[in-house]
RNA sequence: CGGGAUGUGGCUCAGUCUGGUAGAGCACAGCGUUCGGGACGCUGGGGUCGGAAGUUCGAAUCUUCUCAUCCCGACCA
């Protein structure tokens, strides 16, 4: 019978972070694992999921004059070397095509045969053949911006896989523009960012924290990339997306030269920028709770579910078409020019059902009865509350409002997220304090974001990151100038950095 | 690539030490009673025990080899 107070998720945030999220993936049934090593099938639900996120950040994208178009998923082995940094980067984690043909061998199996003159890399990034394009479409500053994006899958060979958070194969947008001058470059650098923050934090109700990375944390062979940092609630840092300033380095790589105003030859800038299934993963280590996933309402598949509740000797039909009726109306209305989009469960599997809802995180529940059909109201449910707290509205009244009730959840889960993240951010200026604040923390509670001081030497953050594995996630933009001294080695300091454990 | 562990219905696992011919819970299907905080009863379907070879009258169980997966390192947007 009834458990009352039993979470739905098992186990709980603070028993085992990382088996929760598992299971939170799971149980919401957006994801599973596949049999294919460290890949994972995306399901209705989870996908339904990432095409809203697709769409929504594509007319972004687009706003600011953007155009999609797409690359092959090979590119040849020798493109990746024209980048030194870039090769260093990618090569230990590239998947590598060396034949294509198969035939039997004669035990009953086959074997690869048809040797490639030259191998091919799936792709793991698209700067290089992009770029090889891009060479080829510029030949005079009238030609320029090139402003692209493409929608794609890529393959990184990751050692260790977690669903959604870092999987060998997943999808994602890359960006890639290419400019006359480099003022041009790094204006698109940051307003590319700014799309991200916008969208993460509007439509993933994600609170962010914007800067710039340390050389190292660099994405490789570019001049300067900036990033997004969100905390999840185990304390730890997930970057949420990226954009890079590539200077002339790819533009001298690939030949991607231009005749300016002058008349003379000159390398394009470069940029690019990309955000991944990776946000998925964010979203929910930020929103869940111990019932399961929790979806910001901007993004959700559904809006709301219906729930027909059925009494011995009623006519089922009533309810049905009550229930009906209430979606056909619901669905006429439009939350942030979208139409709202309501799911009817009339499976009989008894109590299951509702918990079904919870798990996968549908902003609204609603459940219809003969009582409330006879009252002309309606039982509701917000998944940003317990599950205990359901209230009866009036039918109308609930028509009239669901919008605002949506944007409610969303704003509510976004405070929530910005008020965990304001407690758990630290500024911290004892290197004693620093060391035992990170040290020995685990699960639930992996560290804080910490705003400390930092001398600019990159053997000072090595040595943090080898005793802490805590590493600079960013040098936020709104950190302000200040004198200080190295959480570190001591030494003079202008400014703090964010430190934290990393995704 | 080093260290450790595990492979048995869809899932989680028992059975392995001490060989005797396949089990449980959940899930699934049918019927009935149910349905506003996770329902119950009855019936039923589904496994050549990761693979190969060996020992034996007989192997999920013992031996050897092999494959795969997971964890810890190393690596990593």
Known sequence: MAKKNKAAISPTREQDYSAWYQEVVKASDMAENSPVRGCMVIKPW???LWENIVYNMDILFKETGVKNAYFPLFIPLSYLEKEAEHVEGFAKECAVVTHHR?????????????????????????????????????????????????????VRWEMRTRMFLRTSEFLWQEGHTAHATEAEAKERTMLMLDVYTKFVEEYLAMPVIRGRKTVSERFPGADDTIC????M????????????????????????????????????WTTSWGSSTRMIGGMIMVHSDDDGLVLPPRVAPAHVVILPIFKKGEDRRIIMESVQGLKDVLEEKLFHERKLNVEIDDRDIGGARGWDWVKKGVPVRIEIGPRDIEKNSVFMARRDEPASQKQ????????????????NIQDNIFNRAVNHQKEHTFEID??????????????????????????????????????????IRCIPFDSPIEEGKCISCD??????????KAY
Not at 396 to 403: L, P, R, Y
């Open 46 to 48: 989870g996908y339904a």
């Open 102 to 154: 198969l035939e039997k061998d004669g035990k009953g199996g086959l074997k690869p045969a048809g040797k490639l003159a030259e191998p091919l890399i799936v792709r793991p990034t698209s700067e290089t053949i992009i770029g090889e394009s891009m060479a080829r479409w510029t030949s005079s500053y009238r030609d320029l911006p090139l402003l692209l994006n493409q929608w794609a899958n890529v």
């Open 228 to 231: 997004i940092e969100a905390m």
């Open 233 to 268: 609630q185990d304390k730890r840092a997930l970057q949420a997306g990226t954009s890079h300033f590539l200077g002339q380095n790819f533009a001298r790589g690939s030949g991607i030269k231009f005749q300016n105003e002058e008349g003379e030859e000159a390398y394009a």
């Open 392 to 407: 009866s509205m009036n039918r109308e009244a609930f028509i009239d409002q669901i919008t605002d009730i949506l944007d």
């Open 430 to 471: 004892d290197k004693k304090e620093f060391y035992k604040l990170y040290k020995n923390t685990s699960g639930y509670n992996n560290g804080a974001f910490v705003m400390a001081h930092w001398c600019g030497s990159e053997k000072c953050e090595e040595k943090i990151k080898n005793d802490l594995s805590v590493t």
């Open 491 to 500: 030494s003079a300091s202008s400014r703090r950095v964010l430190f934290a």
